[in-house]
């Protein structure tokens, strides 16, 4: 019944139910598994404490051990994916907007492993990235086995990706705007409850687990003690969208210059996480807070244990860190990294506010806690979600207005210098262009070849006027778009385009039929009614 008819309401929230707790294990398992591999490879009895653990050991340990495994998952992704890449938060967005909220299945397996990996040997990622696409995996499963329409397929992805988050950093509220505003895009009324009955799913899983403690823990006397102060956070959020963006931009240019380096030594591709790694390594030696997630160093920075020259010279070299990984194609996510540069980078500009004006300045780690904020949010793109995750990691909901006023103006700034986030510029390089919105990404939706009358439609165009066209150069390819064709009808104003393919070995065109401007306007009106119509359900 549930692949003829599709899920009622109740089952709906039943299956939701299911997801948030398969998410939430898999977000659990993954957490589990980095601490006892971290464990085998360093030797270090708590995981937490890596950064300081890795000081003590021989050099050429921390110098081989991210060699080790960025080798490993050289070999592991070059096997198993077609392109060498590991999928991410980018491709789950992919998968909610084009693909009817479908992701990739066995290369988000593959990608989950290899990101496991590299987080336990040394790349300087994140651990949300792979377990938002493992949920994924999770509800694309589910979608397939009860052949689940585009609106259930994303809803059911929203539900999955908000208790992965919830579940990672025992966050509720923050995964099931996570989900909203990151993934999907939209804020349904109907999606809300199923997304946060996953969203609790996965929490309670987490807490069964570590219990209902923060991730992090301040100091108690972090207060904003006069509203004077609040222009120093609006200054502090334009430094931190200023960093978010330098953040974003040195891993974009490190991949750039990675392919290039590729390309022209012919290195294998299989070969780039170990070579990668070689650099991390090397960086690991002199700064081993690079390491992991960072956890260690970002507690460090909230709880003010940082001089001024440490927290900017650490977030130099994590910038760099990150961008090695992220150029390595070794896999993982940018959400701790940017918590961490953040941090680092609020504790810095507080040390400097709080020296110059003393007698109107609160705590230092106040504007750490702002920072972690500010630069994560312009990072993922996702103010609200972002405020709400750092106030559940750290437990502080009195320094709501310095938050929100720091993060506010850094996504502003940030948005604009960047396609809208990390994630959508990411998109945007591969050709995705999702950062404009539906009435642009609709278009890349339908190809010609799905909408073309063929040449023995009733109605077919006229092949006679298909040859002249196709003789002045106007005509399309099979897999051409509306994002292809449109701008052809307007710029000569024919009613129609042949559609043509070449055969192998011949040099003329076989015409294949042609896409009407009628036929293309009327599946793009439909595509934008059905997507407006989802959104204010």
Known sequence: MLRRQGPSQVQFWFIALLIGVAAGFAALTFRKGIDLLQTRLYGVEDPHRLHSYAETLAWYWVLLIPV???????????????DGRARSVADVIEGAALHEGRVEKKEGIVSALASLITLSSGGSTGREGPVVHMA??????????????????????GCAVAAAVSASFNAPIAGSLFALEVVLRHFAVH???PIAIAAVAGTVINRLEFGDVTEFTLLQDDQLDFYVELPAFLLLGVVCGL??????????????????VQAITRMPRWLRPAVAGLGLGAMAIGFPHIIGVGYETTSAALTGSLLLHEAVVFAMVKAAAVALTMAGRMGGGVFSPSLMMGALTGLAFGLVATGVFPDVSGAETLYALAGMGAVAAAVLGAPISTTLI???????WQTGLAVMVAVSISTALASRLVDRSFFLTQLERRGKRLAAGPQAYLLSVYSAAALMRRTDHPRAASQEACREMIGQGVMVGPTATLYDAM?????????????VARDAGSNSPQLLGALFHVDALKAYSRALADTAAEEHS
């Open 390 to 396: 750092v106030f559940e990691m750290t437990g502080d």
């Open 136 to 157: 994924g995996v999770i509800s694309t499963w589910i979608s397939d086995r009860i052949n689940a329409n585009g609106i259930t397929g994303r809803d059911l992805l």
């Open 243 to 260: 960093v978010a963006v330098v953040l974003m931009r040195s891993i974009f240019w490190a991949e750039g210059a990675a392919d290039k």
């Open 68 to 82: 080790a495994g960025g080798l490993v998952v050289g070999v592991l992704l070059n096997v198993m994916t077609r």
């Open 191 to 193: 999606a809300f409850a």
């Open 487 to 499: 701008p052809i009808f307007d710029r000569w104003g024919y009613s129609y385009i042949p559609v």
